[in-house]
């Protein structure tokens, strides 16, 4: 069964950091592409950044190049975020995705989503 599950939100302030976990918890994708996206209220949802199977290709929106890290270990089917320098438009929820298809910057490239974690920053 898939099924992913976000965890590691929360409120700060600006300029401080958390880190997102995703847990595959059937262990479908270890050797497939997974990512994060964000939805702020009264957007739509916008790619944040993906990593390939192995970790050894990333690709990350320009919005958070720099201050976000995205990264997997296999072994405990989980695929993290680092979100460094939190700035208050990065308020949103944010969604793990993944696919068994190919690394794709966009949201048609994904087939199985996790429920979403809130972020929210403040000034």
């Known amino acids: 069964q898939v099924q992913l599950v976000e965890s590691g939100g929360g409120l700060v302030q600006a300029g401080e950091s958390l880190r997102l976990s995703c847990v595959d918890s059937g262990r479908t994708f270890n050797s497939f592409p997974m990512a994060w996206f964000r939805q702020a209220p009264g957007q739509e949802r916008e790619f944040v950044a993906t990593?390939?199977?192995?970790?050894?290709?990333?690709i990350y929106a320009d919005s958070v190049k720099g201050r976000f890290t995205i990264a997997r270990d296999n072994a405990k089917s989980t695929v993290y975020l680092r979100m460094n320098s939190l700035k208050p438009e990065d308020t949103a929820v944010y969604y793990c995705?993944?696919?068994?298809?190919?690394?794709?910057?966009?949201?048609?490239?994904?087939?199985?989503w996790g429920q979403g974690t809130q972020v929210t920053v403040s000034s």
């Open positions: 995705a993944a696919t068994l298809r190919y690394l794709a910057p966009r949201i048609d490239g994904y087939d199985y």
């Open positions: 990593i390939n199977w192995n970790g050894g290709a990333t």
